[in-house]
Nanobody, 117 residues
Framework: QVQLVESGGGLVQPGGSLRLSCAAS????????MGWYRQAPGKQRELVAR???????NYADSVKGRFTISRDNAKSTLYLQMNSLKPEDTAVYYC???????????WGQGTQVTVSS
């Protein structure tokens, strides 16, 4: 089993910044791709950004140039630096990890990000 715990969410004004963290614990050997997803009220969960164990990244078009995903394998922690936040970025943000050859999905409990003046 893998446990994922997110932190760093909160209320921020438009144009502001937040950094989300996701600490992984448990059987973290063989974790490959990790990512951030978000779900706004009434909408489906969507990919925000993901990063492979080799450091390759990809982003949703809506966040390119504003968000940066990174991971510290020594600390088993995933990050999402979010800059120039917009009201449409408001959502619950979830950390995801894929483990093993079958890429079993693990999810965190989510952290709320609210962008509002």
């Amino acid at each position: 089993q893998v446990q994922l715990v997110e932190s760093g969410g909160g209320l921020v004004q438009p144009g502001g910044s937040l950094r989300l963290s996701c600490a992984a614990s448990g059987i973290i050997l063989s974790i490959s791709t990790m990512g951030w997803y978000r779900q706004a009220p009434g909408k489906q969960r969507e990919l925000v950004a993901r990063i492979t164990s080799g450091g390759f990244t990809n982003y949703a078009d809506s966040v390119k140039g504003r968000f940066t995903i990174s991971r510290d394998n020594a600390k088993s922690t995933l990050y999402l630096q979010m800059n120039s936040l917009k009201p449409e970025d408001t959502a619950v943000y979830y950390c995801n990890a894929k483990r093993g050859i079958y890429e079993i999905d693990y999810w965190g409990q989510g952290t709320q990000v609210t962008v509002s003046s």
